[in-house]
């Protein structure tokens, strides 16, 4: 029916608006304690979580430092009972470089190359002398390396008790870096030395990446000598 009245739809005497605007001002400073007394708990949890995890990361450093201790340790042991269970002289081996000089020469005079920066020493090698001593007769290996810059030649003797064996030669050829190498077989006895020379006027090179080496071990003992075949520099020979 048009003339029926609809029915009238009662509205809140308060909107959320309105509800919102009657917290007291007694309710915002409760509620600004509680964040602040919110936030000084976070700001401690965050300074313990901080402290157990500094305190955690050092136990771990100082757990890592004692095993590479230990580790280290253990190998050393390993090593120095190798070579005591081993009969003396058996185990007989070296290698070093001369480190980071830079250019050693040129001199007048023909010197004895040193060896300072030493990788493996069995005991026999003395980087001071740059003199390799023989502690049992025997068949050795070494080997050397030369490393220089062009503009002057490199000359090095690979020497056994002041006889030269092999040797290399690099001639000046302008003003590049060149390396040489060589090595030989030796037969010694026990108290030979060898050591390797620097030619007069020439000059050799080394940095820290180590290019002029010189390395030496044995390959077998000699137990038994009989006379060289004719033209042989070596003491001992093994008839086939």
């Known amino acids: 029916d048009p003339t029926a009245s609809e029915p009238q739809l009662s509205l809140p005497s308060h909107t959320f608006e309105q509800q919102i605007c009657q917290w007291n001002e007694k309710n915002y400073i409760q509620l600004a304690l509680m964040l602040k007394e919110l936030e000084a708990k976070l700001k401690d949890t965050e300074k313990q979580f901080e402290k157990k995890l500094a305190n955690l990361r050092s136990e771990i450093q100082g757990k890592i430092i004692l095993h590479s201790y230990f580790i280290n340790s253990m190998f050393s042991i390993l090593i120095m009972s190798y070579f005591h269970a081993t009969p003396q002289g058996s185990r007989v081996a070296f290698g070093a470089s001369i480190s980071n000089v ?4 040129p001199f007048n005079t023909e010197i004895t190359l040193l060896y300072r920066n ?32 062009s503009s002057r030649p490199m000359g090095l003797r690979l020497m056994k008790n002041g006889e030269q064996m092999v040797t290399v030669y690099n001639h000046a050829a302008g003003n590049r870096h060149e390396t040489a190498t060589n090595g030989m077989t030796l037969q010694l006895a026990a108290g030979d030395q060898v050591y390797m020379r620097l030619r007069a006027n020439t000059w050799i090179y ?18 038994k000598t009989t006379r060289p075949p004719p033209g042989s520099q070596g003491l001992f020979y093994y008839p086939p």
């Open 118 to 149: 030493v990788y493996f020493n069995s005991g026999s090698f003395n980087p001071a002398t740059g003199i390799f001593t023989a502690p049992v007769r025997g068949v050795y290996y070494f080997s050397f390396s030369g490393h220089n810059i």
């Open 102 to 105: 830079g250019n050693i020469g």
């Open 206 to 223: 080394d940095n820290n990446n180590n290019h002029s080496t010189f390395i030496g071990h044995l390959l077998f003992k000699a137990n």
